[in-house]
């Protein structure tokens, strides 16, 4: 497990752009626990019924604890709107899984440059879905 965190840090450092800051969540979050391992991911893709939404994915290892945060942001004319998540992950081969602590669950495929693409639940690419891809960022240990 520890190992699988561990690619996933490293590939995450590949293809890093300075240039670009992750979506900033409001707040830590009270109980955050202290990181033993930690990565982020973010990215921008269109929407149908809004200006564009942008995402922050941090994943977190303590001990044998493996949890993530995900924040999307929908930009619209007038008004935007924050969805927060939190969860478990987990790897299977190239795909992470993230269970949602209120049901459900998204897959990502490891990509190329250790990017991060939505996938089905089995791992199948979605159509309406190519421009779901969450890029590595670099982890920031304040958020």
Known sequence: MIRTLAVFATL??????EGKRPVV?????AGASTLTNGME?????????????????????AGKARR??????????DHERRFEDTGEWSTQGELLRLRS???GE?????????????????????PSAED????????????
């Open 68 to 77: 993530y945060r995900m924040v999307e942001v929908y930009y619209g004319q």
């Open 106 to 126: 998204r897959v990502y495929a490891r990509i190329e440059d250790g990017y991060l693409q939505a996938r089905g639940a089995h791992g199948q690419r979605i």
């Open 12 to 17: 995450s450092l590949v293809g890093c752009d």
């Open 41 to 61: 991911f973010s990215g921008e893709r269109d929407c149908v019924d809004c200006d564009g939404i942008e995402s922050w994915l941090r994943l977190e290892q």
């Open 101 to 103: 602590s209120h049901g």
């Open 132 to 143: 779901d891809v969450l890029e590595p960022a670099r982890f920031d240990s304040t958020h």
């Open 25 to 29: 969540p409001a707040k830590a979050g």
